[in-house]
């Protein structure tokens, strides 16, 4: 369910919000399973068959439900590309159930098609946290660090976004700070995993920047 706040229309021509970019959260409960939230499209970034589609979990932190992604592909992702948002935040909790090649969740943001947008994620098999862009198809790390990422338990992930400058946070703890120029536009934001990733996300959030 998306619950939408409001928020000045002065704040939106500041921050490089539309109108359709509200802070918003998104906890999938109001989706019937197999489908996926109003507005959301799913794709992959080269090649495979990913299977995104909201499932009932008992764990989810907001039950029932989760949006999962349980098949394989290079890039899998799933983005509300009807988000047009500049300077602002996302966030997620995300479960990294199995995988044997990756086990990794992330968020985009500034997403402007398939094949370019930022990127954020954490993966369980690494026990890293890294920040990229991905330009053309090809993605490339900007920044990465080593922290725990526990594979079978729910974790939170949030970037804070604004002009070039990009904070991540990983289970509340600042992970990394850095600076990119490539995308400095608006763009849609979502959810991304890698290859063979089975990955659970609950309580996504997007909106202007914290105050």
Same mark, same amino acid.
Request: net charge negative; glycine share 10%.
């Given at each position: 369910?998306?619950?939408?706040?409001?928020?000045?229309?002065?704040? $939106?021509?500041?921050? /490089?919000? +539309?109108? #359709?970019?509200?802070?918003?959260?998104?906890? =999938?409960?109001?989706?019937? *399973?197999?489908?996926?939230?109003?507005?959301?499209?799913? /794709?992959? !970034?080269?090649?495979? +068959? %990913?299977?995104?589609?909201?499932?009932?979990?008992?764990?989810?932190? *907001?039950? %029932?439900?989760?949006?999962?992604?349980?098949?394989?592909?290079?890039?899998?992702?799933?983005?509300?590309? @009807?988000?047009?948002?500049? #300077?602002?935040?996302?966030?997620?909790?995300?479960?990294?159930?199995? /995988?044997?090649?990756?086990?990794? @969740? /992330?968020?985009?943001?500034? =997403?402007?098609?398939?094949?370019?947008?930022?990127?954020?994620?954490?993966?369980?098999?690494?026990? &890293?946290? +890294?920040?990229?862009?991905?330009? &053309?198809?090809?993605?490339?790390?900007?920044?990465?660090? @080593?922290?725990?990422?526990?594979?079978?338990?729910?974790? +939170?992930?949030?970037? #804070?976004?604004? @002009?070039?400058?990009?904070?991540?946070?990983?289970?509340?703890?600042?992970?990394?700070?850095?600076?990119?120029?490539? $995308?400095?536009?608006?763009?849609?934001?979502?959810?991304?995993?890698?290859?063979? *990733?089975? !990955?659970?996300? #609950?309580?996504? !959030?997007?909106? %202007?920047?914290?105050?």
């Amino acid at each position: 369910m998306r619950k939408l706040e409001a928020i000045p229309l002065v704040a $939106f021509l500041s921050i /490089g919000l +539309t109108l #359709d970019a509200r802070a918003a959260s998104v906890n =999938f409960d109001d989706v019937p *399973s197999g489908e996926l939230p109003k507005g959301w499209a799913a /794709g992959v !970034t080269g090649r495979g +068959t %990913p299977k995104w589609a909201v499932v009932e979990d008992d764990s989810a932190p *907001s039950k %029932p439900n989760a949006l999962a992604q349980s098949g394989e592909g290079t890039f899998p992702f799933c983005v509300d590309a @009807g988000v047009s948002l500049r #300077d602002g935040f996302v966030e997620v909790k995300f479960k990294p159930v199995s /995988g044997g090649e990756d086990q990794a @969740g /992330g968020l985009i943001w500034r =997403f402007q098609d398939k094949d370019n947008y930022y990127i954020a994620r954490a993966n369980a098999l690494e026990d &890293n946290v +890294t920040i990229y862009h991905t330009v &053309n198809g090809a993605r490339r790390a900007f920044k990465n660090v @080593g922290m725990k990422v526990s594979p079978k338990e729910w974790h +939170t992930l949030r970037v #804070d976004f604004q @002009g070039n400058r990009f904070t991540v946070r990983f289970d509340g703890k600042t992970a990394i700070e850095a600076v990119d120029e490539t $995308f400095s536009g608006p763009g849609g934001v979502g959810v991304w995993t890698k290859a063979d *990733s089975v !990955t659970l996300f #609950d309580d996504f !959030t997007y909106g %202007p920047p914290a105050s």
